[in-house]
Each structure stands twice: as C-alpha cells, then as structure tokens.
C-alpha cells in the first residue's frame, strides 16, 4: 500500500515560511463534511480548516477545531477481545465465521444480523453490504441512518423517484429565503450556519425564517421564528401549499412534469393551520414570504425527519416546492441536510434494509439481476430485511442468533434504549466493532474487535450536497485495531467467499463501487460515479473533493431543474398529506418531551468526551423546562429532575428558560452509562415509528416530571476514573488526567468523612481535610497525598455553589488554603464554565468583560478576548451574555 502520508501536501506556514507537511483529510463528525489539514508538531496534531476544500474554504467549528484532542491512546480498544479476554485476530476472526456460518445452516440466512452506521465510510459500507445481501443472501442489514435520515429518503423516492438531494450550499447563499425547519443549522451544521450568516451579512435582503417549538442558537440570525406546536409541520405546508394555490404561484409549466397536483392540494384544504398554534400575524407573514420569494431553500433535519409521521412531513415540504418548480435551480429547493459524516455515503451503498448498492431498488428484479450478475452473488434477498426498531425486536424474541453491531452505540442511542439493551445482553452471540474499549454497547458484546478510528482510516464520506471527499491516514493504528472494511472482508473470507472480498486496498473497493454504479446508471440510478471506475490506488491517494454524479452524461450539478425525474414515467409525485398529531399525552405523562443535540458535544461522547474544552460548555445531562412548568412542579434552578415515561426514567439537571414553551421540555441526547448512568434519554422514548420509512418519533415522547428527591447535593474532582456509587452522578474530563464529577443521593451519610473515601475510592493512606456545617448541610473535604490533592468533595443541601473550573484546576497541584473556600483568590478570577470552546473562554470572563469594560457588541468582545471569532457558534451566547449583563442594558430594564 502507498504510504498514505504521501497525499499530503507540502503547505508553507505564511507567517514564518517555515515548511510543514499537512495532511488533507475530512472531519469525522457532521454532514456538512468540512476539509481538514493535519500537522504534526512537536506538541500533537495541529487541525486547521482547509481553504481549499469547497464544504467551509477554511472553516471549522469547535468540534472540528478540538480534534487534536480526541486522538490520543485513552480509552481506545487495542486488541480483540473474546468474552472479556485479550485473543488474537485469528481467534477472533474465525469465532465471528464459525458463529455466523451455524446461526445461517442452522436457522437460515436471516437469523443473523447487522447494524452499522452513517460514520463508516463508504468503502466499509459497502463491503458490509455485500457480505450480507449479496453473499449471506439476507437484507438484515440496517444502520443507525434509520434513526436519522429514513424518513428523508422515503420522502425523497416517494417526490422524485430516488433519493436525491436536488441542491447544493452555495444555494443557501444564493437564496432569497432560508428557512430551517426542525433544524438548529447552528449548533449541528456550524460551518453551514457560518456561510449563511456571512451570506446575510453580505446582502441583508436575504430572509431567514426558523420553524421549530424550540428557540434555539439558529434563532440568533432568523428574522421569523415560528414556535410552532410539536409535530405540526405538515399542517403548515399544508397551509402554504394552499395559499401558494390560491396567490396563484404554482408554476403552471413545471406541474406539467408531475403527478398528483390535484389530489395533493385537495388534501391540503381539508387541514386546519390551527393546530399550528402559531399567532396569525406570524402564519401569514410566512406564507406571503415564502409565496412572494422565488429563490427559496427550505432545509430540514431532525424536527422533521424523526417523527411517526415524518415521512409525511417531509412530502408536504417537497410538495411546495414542486408546486412552484423551485428545485434544482441556484438558490432553490428542499435541503434535507444530513447528520453524519457519511449519511450520505450510506445511502449510496445501499446500507439501509430496503436499498441495494447505488440507489438501486431491491424489490425491483432487474436491479436485484444486475447486482447479483456483478458481485457474482450466490443469493440475493427478494424482500427488505428488519429495520432497526424491528431488528432489535428480533433480537429480543430469539429469532436473530447472531447480530454484529459496527460504528454505533444503540444501548444509549435506539429509543426504548433500556429494552434494546437488554435484548442485545440476551442474544446468543454478539459481536461489536469498535474503537473504544467500553461503552455502553461493547459491554454487552461476547466478542469485540478493535476498530480503527479518525486519523487511522483511509476512504471516502459523501457530505450534505452530495460531495465525496477523501478521509486521510495520518498516522499507523492503535494497537491492533484494524479497519472495518478488512474486518468485514475477513470474516466474508473465512466464511468462504476468498474471491468476493480479496481487496487489498480501499482504492479497489471504491473502484469497484464506482464501476457498480456506471450499471445502476445505465438502468436510472442518479448515483453514477463511472468517471472513477478505473481509479488507480494513486489516483485514489489524490483525489480531491468532487460532487455526484460524475459520469459521462453529468459531472456534479443540481438536479431536477428541467422536470425530469427518477420515476417510471419521468414525472414527479405530490402526495396528499394529512398532518397526524404525534402520541397524546396523558393524565399520567402531562409532558412532551423533545429530544436533540448540544452545541460540542457528538452523539454519545466517546470522542468529543475526551477533550475537556467540548466538555466544559454543557458538562451535565439537563432538562431545558419552562418557568411556568418549573414553578408548578417546585422545581428548582439547578435541582434536579426525575422523568419518567411508559419506557424508563431519568434524572437531569434543571434549566430553567423560555426558549422551550410550557409543556414541551428539552434533554440532550449526548450522555451514557460512561458518564452519567440516569442521564440517558432514550430510556424515555417510546419506539414509535413512521410507517413508511420505519424511522422513530424522537422528538415526542410522553413523560412524567417531578423533583428528583436529593437529601444531597455534590461536586467532586479527583484524578481517577470512577463510578461513584450514588442515586446520582454525572462526569466530564478535565484533560490533564482528572474528573469532575456532579453527585447527588438520597440519604445523609452519618460520616462524610468516610462516605467521601467511599465514593470517591480515596486510599486510607490519604490525608484529609475538612470543614463542616452541618446545620446548614455543608461538608468540604479535601484529600491529599504527599502534599499533592488527589480528590475533593464539596457537599450541600442545596445545589452546591463553588467555583467548579478552580477546584478542577488544583489536581494534581499543592493544595492552596483556599482549596477549603472552594473559590480562588482574587487575583485569580474563575473564568466559569465554557462559552467560546475554540479559545477557551468562560461565561464569569465574558460577564466581568462586559460589565467592567462595557465590551457591548460581539465583535468587541471578540477583539479583547478572542472569544467568537474563530468558528462562530458561541456569537448567540455571547450576544444573549451582552444583554444580560451590560450596565446599559440593565438600566434600560429597570
Ligand atoms: N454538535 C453536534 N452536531 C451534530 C451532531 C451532534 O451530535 N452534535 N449530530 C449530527 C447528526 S447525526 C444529526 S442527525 C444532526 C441533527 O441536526 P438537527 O436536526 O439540527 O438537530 P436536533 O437537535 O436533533 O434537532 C433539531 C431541532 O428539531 C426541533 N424539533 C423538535 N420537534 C420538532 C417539531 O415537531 N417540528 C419542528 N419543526 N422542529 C422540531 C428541536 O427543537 C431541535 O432544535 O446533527 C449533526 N450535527
Ligand atoms: N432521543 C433521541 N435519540 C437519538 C437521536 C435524537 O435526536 N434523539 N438522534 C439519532 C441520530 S440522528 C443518530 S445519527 C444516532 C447516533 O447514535 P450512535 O451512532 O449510537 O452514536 P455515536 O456515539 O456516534 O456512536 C458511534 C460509535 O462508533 C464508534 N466509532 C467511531 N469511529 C469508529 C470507526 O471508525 N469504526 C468503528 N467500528 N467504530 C467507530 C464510537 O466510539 C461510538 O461508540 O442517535 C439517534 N438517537
Ligand atoms: S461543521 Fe464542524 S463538525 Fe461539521 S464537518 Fe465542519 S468542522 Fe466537522
Ligand atoms: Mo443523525
């Protein structure tokens, strides 16, 4: 194999014309699919956007900029593993075969199983999916894309015949009218967000609109937010879909090239907007908007797609803009932006339990023919497999008996995550590919094969606009960890089909990709990518960033603009919708619970949680609850709640605000049984699915609230790696080796003094110190060894109030006198917790610069403290920090 370090090229530093090599790669985390350079330097790994990669020209946000400190050995699976024991790769390889050849002569092909996901890259993607359609014969492969981007690609077949997404970013410049729906472009797409806030800055006539129940980050720039009513989205298109019918501003030429224009507007009278529950100004500003506004992007993501309806939802979208032929022409169209870094890719392979490689269909025979003919495949599935929800189901009913899981963590991530555990503890073989060695889902595996990660892997990942970029090697494998597509290739080897998966290079497989697609072209697919069929392991090494397809007939380009599409009969489909309202609430369960991401964090942590500037912004699971409910149910700010639903519980801390309305409380998704064991949310969401795409409702769940009933309160820091064994707690990193831990329980100990050594595994040999009140409830301890602390406990009836970023900051050190105060001396300032990740800069420093130096805009903030001036996604905190604390502000409110 090629060294990869040669596709690096050689960059000249500017300022001090030193040379350096820098490696082109791609971020691993959302779908915008930024391009990244990676220098090594004396101190690490220095990340910076690549000003020539077209997704951000040079941008990155905090999570791309932090990605330095996510690649050290901590925490990482190095060796295979077989029920909880080191084995070596033979082994473990010929274990995985053996497993899987019995479970299929046994019970037959479909008593196995995979589950996969849109972070593999597209070159192990799609050798899963040959190994399981095309060589096992079963469809049961599906992907955690299910629980992402289903409902997207049902709507999009169901519109367009394909799943294609018709346009590009530069049309979210070019547009007139952006509208997010059900997307919070600035916290999950950063640097999206950052090209239409500069696009606005550029030319203020453009209009941004956000339609989500929640006012979030994505707020900041919008000049219309809808707040509407939890799962109403369809009811709202289906307004403007009637009042573009009757403003007549349907496009009488482009509805020639559809079918079901009638019957879709005839659905659509039948809705009452109401249920919207939106004030009429706002409803009918958005619809004169959208109507009088010919260059119009309507992006939508996860308020949309995950839903029992979201199928639906996302054709009531699409049908607006077929109605009016606003698609595929610059500045026009439905976006449906994608999550993961490679979504996109996955649908290209096939990865979902419905598709086959290329956008062909699987229920279609003569697409079925030709795949088979091309892979040489002894047996194709004639009918879909299980979808994840389903899958899992499967599982726990005993009738999948062999079930690999690769790149995705479903204990924590499936709704009814509790239940899906469980199933995966009792199947009777489990293998999960991964590149940490402890999460929630590898501890269920019987075998766990280590996988190589980010700066390791060599392929490609399609982002958002349908862009295909390289991921680069930066450095040889930990450990032994191998990559997914040789895993799999292995045991599709050992299982005994040698010559279907005898690659040596990801180059080949790409090829062969791209060769499977000039045949899905031939026979309709939109996914064609011919030109690269014969690419050369070179050529691989120095592609660079193009968009599909690229073939012959069609390099790069939107689509859809002249009328023709992906059907049989070439028209586009307008489907009558009916908007349903998601699962009522009840007596018992008064709340809906929304669910979603926060702004530095990914997912489930187990590689954003390794860097303790993205931990320091939201450090705690947490319930964003409005005042009115807060104060009817008598919680308190910073308290803690307990939830409870049909599925499971939580305990989350309390977040006071108006963003969400009453009744529709907000959790992030983000922690595990690694870092806060009852801070899973997905123990409360029920596995409500849509019907059509199979993918669940999210975003909705019906749950209970009530005052979590804490005798206590604790923070702690130490420089171990714990589980403290109380009702409750909750860990971040601190970087340098140590953890800060947010505790709580239910009974008072009658010893702190010896509880804390409990909780906190602190050795006899350690020497305390300690100061107490217990009237008040207050226990402080403070434990060193040879004169360095190892760990400190603050204990309170309430909330414990310390300064939380200093006490962190003296593990390891020679306790001062005021580690017992728990707060610094005075000319040491806590900067408190994390507001800009990218420069480190902490909401106390942002509040004392505002107030004592009358800082009053977000640029002068960024020319003192530098805060908000790389990747942007902290300017709506700093800007909602200014209002609160400016002096002026303040006499203003008085
Ligand atoms: N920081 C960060 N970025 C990420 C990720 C991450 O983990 N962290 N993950 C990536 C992935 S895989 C994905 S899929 C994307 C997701 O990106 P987004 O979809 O933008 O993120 P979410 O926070 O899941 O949900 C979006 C919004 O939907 C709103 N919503 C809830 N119910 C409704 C409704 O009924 N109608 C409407 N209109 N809106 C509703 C929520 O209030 C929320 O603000 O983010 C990607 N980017
Ligand atoms: N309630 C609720 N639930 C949700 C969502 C929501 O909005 N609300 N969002 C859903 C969505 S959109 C998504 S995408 C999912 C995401 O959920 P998951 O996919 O479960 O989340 P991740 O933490 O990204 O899991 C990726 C795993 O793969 C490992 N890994 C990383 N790189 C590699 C690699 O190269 N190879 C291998 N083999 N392993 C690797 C990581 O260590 C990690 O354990 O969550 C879904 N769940
Ligand atoms: S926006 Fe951030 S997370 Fe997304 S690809 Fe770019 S740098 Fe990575
Ligand atoms: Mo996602």
Redesign the pocket.
């Known amino acids: 194999m090629t060294d990869p370090r040669d596709a690096g090229q050689t960059l000249t530093d500017g300022q001090t014309g030193r040379q350096a090599e820098a490696i082109r790669t791609t971020c691993?985390y959302c779908g915008v699919g930024c391009g990244v350079l990676a220098r090594q330097t004396a101190q690490g790994w220095e990340i910076a956007g690549d000003p020539d990669h077209p997704a951000n020209m040079g941008r990155l946000c905090s999570k791309g900029a932090a990605l330095g400190e996510t690649l050290g050995l901590e925490g990482r699976l190095l060796a295979p593993q077989i029920h909880g024991q080191e084995a070596n790769w033979d082994t473990a390889l010929d274990l995985v075969a053996a497993k899987f050849r019995a479970a299929i002569d046994t019970h037959g092909p479909d008593a196995v199983a995979f589950y996969v996901?849109?972070?593999?890259l597209t070159e192990?993607y799609y050798v899963a999916n040959k190994l399981m359609k095309g060589f096992i014969g079963s469809a049961n492969i599906d992907t955690?894309?299910r629980?992402?981007m289903a409902s997207s690609v049902a709507g999009h077949r169901r519109a367009f015949g394909t799943d294609t997404v018709p346009g590009l970013y530069e049309d979210l410049e070019q547009a007139d009218l952006v509208v997010l729906v059900g997307s919070n472009l600035a916290w999950c797409h950063p640097v999206l967000f950052q090209r239409l806030v500069a696009a606005k800055a550029a030319r203020p006539a453009l209009r941004v609109v956000v339609v989500d129940p929640r006012r979030t980050a994505s707020c900041d720039l919008a000049d219309l937010h809808l707040a509407l009513a939890p799962g109403s989205d369809a009811a709202l298109f289906n307004a403007l879909l009637v009042h573009l019918a009757d403003s007549g501003k349907v496009d009488a030429d482009f509805i020639n090239n559809i079918n079901g224009f009638d019957a879709a507007l005839e659905a659509a009278r039948q809705e009452d907007s109401a249920r919207c529950n939106l004030p009429q100004a706002d409803l009918e500003a958005f619809l004169a908007l959208w109507a009088g506004t010919q260059k119009v992007v309507t992006v939508y993501s996860?308020g949309i797609n995950?839903s029992a309806s979201g199928s639906d939802k996302v054709n009531a979208i699409l049908n607006c803009h077929l109605a009016t032929g606003r698609i595929g022409r610059p500045g026009m169209g439905p976006f449906s932006v994608t999550?993961?870094p490679n979504?996109m890719g996955g649908r290209e392979v096939g990865g979902l339990a419905n598709m086959l490689a290329c956008h062909l269909e699987l229920e279609v025979p003569a697409h079925r023919a030709a795949v088979q003919t091309f892979w040489a495949a002894p047996a194709m599935p004639e009918t879909p497999g299980l979808k994840a929800v389903d899958m899992f189901r499967a599982v726990e009913a005993g009738t999948i008996k062999a079930l690999w899981i690769?790149?995705?963590?479903?204990a924590?991530?499936?709704?009814d995550a509790d239940r899906v555990a469980r199933a995966i503890a009792s199947c009777d073989f489990v293998v999960v590919?991964?590149?940490?060695a402890s999460?929630d889902?590898?501890r269920l595996a019987h075998v766990l094969l280590p996988?190589?990660?980010?700066g390791e892997?060599d392929g490609t990942v399609t982002n958002s606009e349908r862009r295909i970029s390289r991921q680069r090697a930066l450095r040889p494998a930990a450990g032994q960890a191998r990559h997914?597509w040789q895993i799999l290739a292995e045991v599709g080897r050992r299982m005994g089909w040698a010559e279907a998966f005898a690659w040596d290079y990801p180059a080949q497989i790409f090829a062969e990709h791209a060769a499977l697609s000039g045949i899905a072209g031939a026979l309709g697919s939109d996914f064609d990518i011919s030109d690269h069929a014969g690419i050369s392991s070179a050529g691989f090494d120095a592609l660079a960033p193009f968009l599909w397809p690229a073939n012959p007939r069609q390099r790069g380009g939107r689509f859809f603009a002249e009328g023709r599409f992906h059907t049989a009969d070439g028209r586009a489909r307008m489907l009558p919708i009916t908007a349903r309202t998601p699962q009522p609430t009840d007596a018992a369960h008064p709340f809906r619970l929304n669910?979603?991401?926060v702004r530095d964090h990914?997912?489930?942590?187990?590689?954003t949680g390794l860097s303790a500037r993205l931990s320091q912004h939201l450090a705690e699971p947490y319930l964003e609850i409005h005042p009115h409910d807060a104060a009817a149910l008598g919680l308190a700010a910073a308290s803690l709640a307990e939830v409870t639903s049909p599925q499971g519980r939580a305990v989350l801390r309390v977040l006071i605000s108006d963003k969400v309305a009453p009744g529709h409380p907000f959790a992030p998704?983000h922690w595990s049984g690694e870092t806060a064991p009852t801070g899973r949310?997905?123990a409360l969401?029920p596995a409500i699915t849509d019907p059509v795409s199979g993918q669940p409702d999210?975003?909705a769940a019906v749950v209970a609230i009530a005052p979590f009933p804490a005798a206590w309160f604790g923070y702690a820091v130490t420089a171990q790696d714990l589980r403290p064994d109380c009702a409750y707690w909750a860990r971040a990193t601190l970087g340098h080796g140590g953890w800060r831990y947010e505790l709580a329980g239910t009974h008072c100990p009658d010893d702190w003094g010896r509880e804390a050594r409990r909780l906190l595994s602190v050795p006899d040999s350690a020497a305390m110190q300690a100061y107490s009140d217990p009237a008040r409830g207050q226990h402080r301890m403070v434990f060193t060894e040879t004169g360095r602390l190892i760990a400190a406990l603050f204990i309170d009836r309430q909330p414990v109030a310390v300064a939380r970023d200093h006490l962190a900051s003296l593990i390891g050190a020679e306790p001062e006198r005021d580690a017992l105060a728990g707060r610094p001396a005075a000319d040491r300032p806590d900067p408190g917790a994390t507001v800009c990740a990218c420069f480190n800069v902490g909401v106390n420093t942002l509040a004392r610069a505002i107030a004592e130096q009358g800082l009053l805009s977000v640029e002068a903030i960024g020319d003192a403290l530098k805060a908000g001036t790389n990747c942007g996604s902290c300017r709506p905190e700093i800007k909602a920090l200014i209002a609160r604390h400016s002096p002026a502000m303040k006499e203003a409110a008085e």
């Open positions: 691993p996901s849109g972070q593999l192990d955690n894309s629980l992402c996860q995950q999550g993961q979504a690769i790149c995705t963590n479903p924590v991530s499936m709704p590919s991964d590149m940490m999460t889902t590898t996988a190589t990660g980010w892997k997914d669910t979603g991401r990914w997912h489930t942590m187990t590689r998704i949310v997905d969401v999210s975003k």
